[in-house]
């Protein structure tokens, strides 16, 4: 089992930033890629970004150029730097990942989750 707990969401306006750190409960998450997801009321859970285990990055076409993940394997983490946000934003943020090197951005396919941390960007 892997814990994983968000943290740094919080309200903004537009045109702001946030960064947002995914901790990990076990060294072993290094061999797996990891992931955030985003949920806005009303939505269904998607894809926002992805880091495979050897650093490849995924990025879903409305955060490309705004968004940049990052791993720290010796801290067992994943971040999120989000720039230039927007209202359209706004959702709680999830961590996941496993069980492969990989990436999905289908959030059936990996089996570990953070309870999610909350960004507001108003406008």
């Known amino acids: 089992q892997v814990r994983l707990v968000e943290s740094g969401g919080g309200l903004v306006q537009a045109g702001g930033s946030l960064r947002l750190s995914c901790a990990a409960s076990?060294?072993?998450?290094?061999?797996?890629?990891m992931a955030w997801f985003r949920q806005a009321p009303g939505k269904e859970r998607e894809f926002v970004s992805g880091?495979?285990?050897?650093?490849?990055?995924h990025y879903t076409d409305s955060v490309k150029g705004r968004f940049i993940i990052s791993r720290d394997n010796a801290e067992n983490a994943v971040y999120l730097q989000m720039n230039r946000l927007k209202p359209e934003d706004t959702a709680v943020y999830y961590c996941?990942?496993?069980?492969?090197?990989?990436?999905?951005?289908?959030?059936?396919?990996?089996?570990?989750w953070g309870q999610g941390t909350q960004v507001t960007v108003s406008s």
């Open positions: 996941a990942t496993g069980p492969t090197g990989w990436i999905s951005r289908m959030p059936d396919d990996l089996p570990y």
């Open positions: 076990r060294r072993d998450v290094s061999s797996y890629g």
């Open positions: 880091i495979t285990r050897t650093g490849i990055t």
